[in-house]
């Protein structure tokens, strides 16, 4: 019964579509369990790169059946447009499942989400507007729309009046916007059942069995710990679990059945939007950072923030995901500086502190302590074990794991998807 959990240890970003191509072919399924096409994954086979954004990253590994879990928020028109384009690349996109129990970004949720996040000005969030936060908001008000809605007009129809009743208020009265037709609202998202009806099952019972069948399933995070709504830096946060609980209740399954939590972590760390980054930043090193390895948001287009390795947000991760392994990325970036900094400790009004304080203001105020490690200058993206790695290379990835609190099992070396030592097998 392996069930494996993968997801980012920092604050996204950090490759798991690599951490999880590489296993996809070893997989029966990989399951997306939270967040919508607010996250990406850029995944490179061959010569070929594929920027994903809702779909599971084991669509691009065959025999492998991917499938979108309840706790995901979904845009049918993304969702469709983004198998299409798969499928334009030959890629067999027929084994997917969604949930009939995911709910719906509507469009009047990327309405509310956009004109709420003008209206905070300098007190935004920086969401990515696309309705993410607004959608989880309908889910626990219970106003929201499931995909098993589609197939009831009648249901349909009553859930979109119950939830514009309020909507239409706030837009017109409040951001001087017109109200939204609930007919209109109605029909677009019919359009899209016919559509969507090859992959909508239960997927609860589909993954159960599989294990109960000794199947292996993978469960892929979007996101990262960092921005977990109940373990992130909020209110800089997603609005989602991708922390590993988020893993049973977004794909209901049992804590039980989980056999293995791998965090993705970065060689250095990086931030898509606003909130505290301690390890930020703003010079030509973090310019370096963000041009060689290529920091631009793949669902955003926005430029990373970028700074170095923070070993206590890695140790923080750890500790609320059980980690049993990480899966480190992006090493070959760091090559050709001369010394490292790596942030062992936070200074927070003249004190050292080595865990992640729990006080909002505490971390806002955190001050990075580094520890300088040695670099190297050799190219390491043909490396094929541990071995091969430059020795300041194997000091900097020894030292990573001795913080952070859980062994390093896999490194990435470059961004192909041969291009990754195996240490240790996650299966």
Known sequence: MPALVLLGAQWGDEGKGKATDLLGGSVDYVVRYQGGNNAGHTVVVGD??????????????????????????????????????LNERGVDTSKLLLSGNAHIITPYNVTVDKVTERFLGKRKIGTTGRGIGPTYADKINRVGIRVQDLYDESILTQKVEAALDVKNQILTKLYNRRAIAVDQVVEELLAYADKLAPYVTDTVLVLNQALENDKVVLFEGGQGTLLDIDHGTYPFVTSSNPTAGGACTGA???P???????????????????????????DEDGEALRRIGGERGVTTGRDRRCGWFDAVIARYATRVNGLTDFFLTKLDV????????VC?????????VEELPYSQSDFHHAKPVYEMLPGWSEDISKAKTFADLPKNAQDYVKAL??????????????????ETIEINSFL
């Open 256 to 282: 039980t059945k989980i056999s293995r939590v791998i965090g993705i972590l970065k060689a250095y760390t990086t931030r898509v939007g606003a909130g505290p980054f301690p390890t930020e930043l703003f």
């Open 334 to 341: 760091l090559t050709g500086w001369e010394q490292i900094p």
């Open 401 to 418: 794991e001795d913080m952070s609190g859980a062994p390093i099992s896999a490194i990435g070396v470059g961004p192909g998807r041969d």
């Open 344 to 352: 062992v400790a936070y200074e927070i009004d003249g004190r050292r």
């Open 252 to 254: 209901g399954v049992g």
């Open 48 to 85: 070929q790169k594929y920027a994903l954004h809702l779909l599971p990253s084991g669509i691009l590994s065959p025999g492998c059946t991917p499938v979108i879990g309840n706790g995901v928020v979904v845009d049918p028109s993304v969702l469709l447009s983004e198998l299409s384009g």
